[in-house]
Each structure stands twice: as structure tokens, then as C-alpha cells.
T-cell receptor, first 113, second 114 residues
């Protein structure tokens, strides 16, 4: 089955700096990769996703890159703000319309003012 | 509009007791998922419902865990004879159809087994 690893487990950056979180997956059949943000006491919320037919996707300050050959994908947050502080989870799914995601263990991002 | 709701928000129980956790999905969402999130960990898939199809129970960790869903409405997750290792946040999510990838999560139920 699919196994998703995520690094780093914790990340602290100064406000305005960039943050990068990396994930690797094991199942070459996976072709859908969402990123979720979980704020304290809340459920995760989708922030961006990428499918295997593209290598990069951007949405304002957030971007995701995918390297299918190496089986890794990364989340990039530019111009970080205090409200970006949260736990971020990557996930992989073996179909474009995946019912079941395999989630990474999460990265706790702290943006220091 | 209303999102996914879960109740109770917190549940403290004694080892060996049964608990029921409730999830109200977003109206019109045919797919419903339950996950377990241990402290500081990722999301562990438990069970998936899609319309009237047989549920995917492949993630349930033991026969003490079961879940039901009536049609496309409320779901309950039942844990029998709770153990301390069952302590976790139980998250419910729903999505519009199985063809839509975005899952909308509820706030979770924090279960503590003493």
C-alpha cells in the first residue's frame, strides 16, 4: 500500500520568509496529491492540490510542485504571515478521484512575527 | 452555509465502556469518511461510505469499531469496550461525490479513555 513521509516535522520561519515542506510517496500509481492545513482545534482544510499530469500549481502565495519520477512533492509558502501558523498535511491517493487518502504525519509550521 | 458537524466535541469515558460518536455531513454530500488522529500524528483512515454502496471498512483497527450511515445523512461511529489506546481525535469528512476529491472535515471529537 501507499506510504507517505513528510519533512520536516516542525518548521519555524520569520514572518515574510518562505517555507517549504516536502513529502515522498511510495505507490507509483498515486496520481492525486492534496495539501491540508489544520488550525488548532479545527478539522483539516484543503489549501491546494495537484494531479499527476502537471508539475507545478500556484495559488497566490502557495505553490505545489510534483516530481513523479522521484515520487516527491513539495508545498511552498512565500511571504509567510502569522496566520499561516498551523499543521500542514500532505496526502497521496491512487486515483484522481481518490476516496481514500494516505496522509503524511504533518508539519507544524510556526511563523514568528 | 453549514459545514460538517460532529458531536460531542469532547468525550471522556472509562476503559471498557462503549461510546458513540456522531457526524452530520454537508447536505447533498454522498461520500462520508471517518479518520482517527492520535496526538501529534497524521490522519488514519477508518471507514468510507458512498451512497448506498457497501462501506469500505478496510481501515477499522479491530472488531470493536463499527460505523453506520443511514442513506446520505448522519453517521455514527461506535467503539465498544474502549481501551486507552483508543484515545484520539475522531474526524469525520464528507465530499460531494466519490468523484470529487476535496473532503470537508468536521471539527472532530476528542475521545479520552481513562
Amino acid at each position: 500500500g501507499e506510504n507517505v513521509e513528510q519533512h520536516p516535522s516542525t518548521l519555524s520561519v520569520q514572518e515574510g520568509d518562505s517555507a517549504v515542506i516536502k513529502c515522498t510517496y511510495s505507490d507509483s500509481a498515486s496520481n492525486y496529491f492534496p495539501w491540508y492545513k489544520q488550525e488548532l482545534g479545527k478539522g483539516p482544510q484543503l489549501i491546494i492540490d495537484i494531479r499527476s499530469n502537471v508539475g507545478e500549481k500556484k495559488d497566490q502565495r502557495i505553490a505545489v510542485t510534483l516530481n513523479k519520477t522521484a515520487k516527491h512533492f513539495s508545498l511552498h509558502i512565500t511571504e509567510t504571515q502569522p496566520e499561516d501558523s498551523a499543521v500542514y498535511f500532505c496526502a497521496a491517493s491512487p486515483s484522481n478521484y481518490g476516496q481514500n487518502f494516505v496522509f503524511g504525519p504533518g508539519t507544524r509550521l510556526s511563523v514568528l512575527p | 452555509g453549514a459545514g460538517v458537524s460532529q458531536s460531542p466535541s469532547n468525550k471522556v469515558t472509562e476503559k471498557g465502556k462503549d461510546v458513540e460518536l456522531r457526524c452530520d455531513p454537508i447536505s447533498g454530500h454522498t461520500a462520508l469518511y471517518w479518520y482517527r488522529q492520535r496526538l501529534g500524528q497524521g490522519l488514519e483512515f477508518l471507514i468510507y461510505f458512498q451512497g448506498n454502496s457497501a462501506p469500505d471498512k478496510s481501515g477499522l483497527p479491530s472488531d470493536r469499531f463499527s460505523a453506520e450511515r443511514t442513506g446520505e445523512s448522519v453517521s455514527t461511529l461506535t467503539i465498544q469496550r474502549t481501551q486507552q489506546e483508543d484515545s484520539a481525535v475522531y474526524l469525520c469528512a464528507s465530499s460531494l461525490t466519490s468523484g470529487k476529491a476535496e473532503q470537508f472535515f468536521g471539527p472532530g471529537t476528542r475521545l479520552t479513555v481513562l
